[in-house]
């Protein structure tokens, strides 16, 4: 059954948003998706045979130790908004 | 002189003897581009840089500093970073970014004193099967320009296997280098999780992703993987690792091979099945031993890759936010409203399907149900693949169900497309090398390709047994790739 009250919920948590057609298309799409995903919901595992915990694997972190960085004019090329040194967003509030 | 069939190791001969010098090979690469790219579409960005590039190559080979790569023609997948050079995930997202640093590969390869023909495309950030989600448009199979190459690293493998370049760098989430290698009938190597650097790799799910290399043979490949594989301090998954080249050639007698039977069942189309089946008797005819295996949790590989890669790909892709580069709507009025217009408008359909998916996955409610199943499923997946390799080498497996299909039959519903993952993804789950080569031909001429799964570090091993079966395997290649 296609749920679109859960769309609109995942679309809030993941900032994204659907108009009548799209969300009708992306709630037929997450249905079919959810039912293939559905299959491993009734698989019996346990954590007790198969332990969550953190793997090896990874090296140390690197020292906390200053490191030369790039010049603040590279790293905002890429923005659309800048001033001075500084990235220009919209206002957050009033 | 037909330079784009030769091997990396023939052209540099070439260049070393001077019959070549580094611009005329590049020149060589860029005419072929003008020529067969506008059928094609493998590229999203051609470097106009290349030339430079090529010159200084050409000055290392004549100061007598010349590498493995130096002067050698590379197209790299448009989620590595290069800086610079436009790098845009196949993304209106990132429709104009210009990365101020190189991916840790691009930088080694650079040094090396490789020449970037220029930026491959793919599916959008690298979610798909089929180049087809690809902002840029599609690329299409050089044995059949009806088909998809393959995805994501459908650019990667089709500039290959039309000549368009001399090997290329892909990316590997859950088959993205295997499968078009497969359906291209070029080698694709996806390394061990850790050999490869991801620093640079743009994230989709940063515990699968992995950087490889595809080529017309193993050898290609193995230069091409010895070249970037190494410990990097900016990514803290990456490991020190042996070179792979000085293993190709050794003995392959005595190999044990393992054959999961569940790969072998419903959805393998018949042609695949023979192809592969014949492979394993060209190795048994080879001296290696054949041994029936198992993986009974095979059946639960699709659900539980999508989930773990769509939680993560959630999480990676909520940095794009049109502020810091790419993508700014102009829409809204408001911080969040612009936001969120920023998203719709940049990110296309099977992006946004990813991302609700890991959303759901990982939201309250759902999050033990969903998520927490599909981990405690990844760690039986590897257990399981521990067991086989208890008293197997390697594990040989068709790379795909079937052939490559047409551009548009798998357009409907979006698990069709999922589906077609179904013999790849575990070896992204356990973190283990697999190597596609091509085994076979359809009926209608397509390339079959089959894969073999090593041992973590093993990369070695695969390709030298992949370098072994294609010593003797009979190419066809058509007019595209000629």
């Given at each position: 059954?296609?749920?679109?009250?859960?769309i609109?919920?995942?679309?809030?948590?993941?900032?994204?948003?659907?108009?009548g057609?799209?969300?009708?298309?992306?709630?037929?799409?997450?249905?079919?998706i959810?039912?293939l995903?559905?299959?491993?919901?009734?698989?019996?595992?346990s954590?007790?045979?198969?332990?969550?915990?953190?793997?090896?694997?990874?090296?140390?972190?690197?020292a906390?130790?200053?490191?030369?960085?790039?010049?603040?004019?590279?790293?905002?090329?890429?923005?659309?908004?800048?001033?001075?040194?500084?990235?220009?967003?919209?206002?957050?509030?009033? | 002189?037909n330079?784009?069939?030769?091997?990396?190791?023939?052209?540099?001969?070439?260049?070393?003897?001077?019959d070549?010098?580094?611009?005329?090979?590049t020149?060589?690469?860029?005419?072929?581009?003008?020529?067969?790219?506008p059928?094609?579409?493998?590229f999203?960005?051609?470097?106009?840089?290349?030339?430079?590039?090529?010159?200084?190559?050409?000055?290392?080979?004549?100061?007598?500093?010349?590498?493995?790569?130096?002067?050698?023609?590379?197209?790299?997948?448009?989620?590595?970073?290069?800086?610079?050079?436009?790098?845009?995930?196949?993304?209106?997202?990132?429709?104009?970014?210009?990365?101020?640093?190189?991916?840790?590969?691009?930088?080694?390869?650079?040094?090396?004193?490789?020449?970037f023909?220029?930026?491959?495309?793919?599916?959008?950030?690298?979610?798909?099967?089929?180049?087809?989600?690809?902002?840029?448009?599609v690329?299409?199979?050089?044995?059949d320009?009806?088909?998809?190459?393959?995805?994501?690293?459908g650019?990667?493998?089709?500039?290959?296997?039309?000549?368009?370049?001399v090997?290329?760098?892909?990316?590997?989430?859950?088959?993205s280098?295997?499968?078009?290698?497969?359906?291209?009938?070029?080698?694709?190597?996806?390394?061990?999780?850790?050999?490869v650097?991801?620093?640079?790799?743009i994230?989709?799910?940063?515990?699968?992703?992995?950087i490889?290399?595809?080529?017309?043979?193993?050898?290609?490949?193995a230069?091409?993987?010895?070249?970037?594989?190494?410990?990097?301090?900016?990514?803290?998954?990456?490991?020190?690792?042996?070179?792979?080249?000085?293993?190709?050639?050794k003995?392959?007698a005595?190999?044990?091979?393992?054959?999961?039977?569940?790969?072998?069942?419903?959805?393998?189309?018949?042609?695949?099945?023979a192809?592969v089946?014949?492979?394993?008797?060209?190795?048994?005819?080879?001296?290696?031993?054949?041994?029936e295996v198992?993986?009974?949790?095979?059946?639960?590989a699709?659900?539980?890759?999508?989930?773990?890669?769509?939680?993560?790909?959630?999480?990676?892709?909520?940095?794009?936010?049109?502020?810091?580069?790419?993508?700014?709507?102009?829409?809204?009025?408001?911080?969040?409203?612009r936001?969120?217009?920023?998203?719709?408008e940049?990110?296309?359909?099977?992006?946004?399907?990813?991302?609700?998916?890991?959303?759901?996955?990982?939201?309250?409610?759902?999050?033990?149900?969903y998520?927490?199943?599909a981990?405690?499923l990844?760690?039986?997946i590897?257990?399981?693949?521990?067991?086989?390799?208890?008293t197997?080498?390697?594990?040989?497996?068709?790379?795909?169900?079937?052939?490559?299909f047409?551009?548009?039959?798998?357009?409907?519903?979006?698990?069709?497309?999922?589906?077609?993952?179904?013999?790849?993804?575990?070896v992204?789950?356990?973190?283990?090398?697999?190597?596609?080569?091509?085994?076979g031909?359809?009926?209608?001429?397509?390339?079959?390709?089959?894969?073999?799964?090593?041992?973590?570090?093993?990369?070695?091993?695969?390709?030298?047994?992949?370098?072994?079966?294609?010593k003797?395997?009979?190419?066809?290649?058509?007019?595209?790739?000629?």
């Amino acid at each position: 059954m296609k749920d679109y009250q859960l769309i609109d919920h995942l679309a809030a948590l993941s900032r994204l948003s659907f108009t009548g057609a799209e969300k009708e298309e992306m709630a037929a799409d997450m249905e079919s998706i959810m039912n293939l995903m559905d299959t491993i919901t009734q698989v019996e595992i346990s954590e007790e045979e198969y332990p969550l915990t953190a793997e090896g694997g990874m090296e140390l972190l690197r020292a906390d130790e200053e490191r030369p960085s790039m010049p603040a004019e590279e790293v905002l090329a890429n923005a659309k908004g800048k001033l001075y040194h500084f990235i220009a967003v919209q206002k957050l509030m009033d | 002189m037909n330079l784009h069939l030769k091997s990396i190791k023939e052209l540099r001969a070439l260049l070393d003897g001077g019959d070549i010098t580094a611009p005329e090979l590049t020149q060589y690469y860029l005419d072929r581009i003008e020529k067969l790219d506008p059928t094609i579409r493998a590229f999203i960005t051609v470097n106009d840089q290349a030339m430079k590039q090529a010159e200084a190559a050409q000055k290392m080979i004549e100061s007598g500093c010349a590498g493995p790569l130096t002067g050698i023609v590379l197209g790299i997948k448009d989620n590595i970073c290069t800086k610079g050079l436009r790098t845009t995930c196949a993304s209106r997202m990132l429709e104009d970014f210009i990365p101020p640093y190189h991916a840790t590969v691009a930088a080694k390869l650079e040094e090396a004193g490789a020449v970037f023909i220029g930026k491959l495309n793919m599916d959008e950030f690298a979610m798909g099967a089929s180049t087809t989600t690809s902002y840029f448009g599609v690329t299409r199979n050089p044995y059949d320009t009806d088909r998809v190459p393959g995805g994501s690293s459908g650019g990667s493998a089709a500039a290959v296997a039309a000549g368009l370049c001399v090997a290329s760098l892909g990316s590997d989430t859950g088959g993205s280098i295997r499968q078009p290698a497969s359906f291209c009938g070029v080698t694709g190597l996806k390394p061990t999780y850790g050999r490869v650097s991801r620093s640079g790799l743009i994230a989709f799910a940063s515990s699968l992703d992995q950087i490889g290399p595809i080529g017309k043979s193993a050898r290609d490949c193995a230069v091409l993987l010895d070249a970037v594989s190494g410990a990097d301090p900016l990514d803290m998954t990456s490991k020190p690792s042996d070179p792979v080249l000085p293993q190709m050639g050794k003995p392959v007698a005595g190999t044990v091979i393992g054959i999961p039977q569940e790969f072998f069942g419903e959805g393998l189309s018949a042609e695949v099945r023979a192809a592969v089946e014949a492979a394993a008797g060209e190795f048994e005819a080879m001296g290696c031993v054949i041994k029936e295996v198992s993986m009974p949790s095979l059946k639960y590989a699709i659900p539980a890759y999508y989930l773990i890669a769509s939680a993560e790909a959630s999480s990676n892709l909520a940095r794009y936010d049109g502020v810091r580069y790419g993508h700014l709507s102009q829409e809204g009025e408001t911080f969040d409203q612009r936001l969120i217009a920023t998203r719709n408008e940049g990110f296309g359909r099977e992006v946004k399907r990813r991302i609700l998916l890991g959303t759901y996955a990982l939201s309250s409610g759902y999050f033990d149900a969903y998520y927490k199943k599909a981990c405690l499923l990844r760690r039986r997946i590897r257990r399981e693949y521990e067991e086989i390799f208890k008293t197997c080498d390697c594990i040989l497996t068709p790379t795909a169900p079937e052939i490559a299909f047409r551009i548009g039959e798998k357009g409907g519903d979006p698990t069709e497309m999922y589906l077609a993952d179904i013999y790849t993804v575990t070896v992204n789950i356990a973190g283990l090398p697999a190597v596609s080569t091509t085994c076979g031909y359809s009926s209608e001429g397509m390339p079959i390709g089959m894969s073999l799964v090593g041992k973590a570090f093993a990369d070695g091993e695969i390709l030298n047994l992949a370098d072994a079966f294609e010593k003797k395997f009979q190419y066809v290649l058509n007019d595209f790739c000629l």
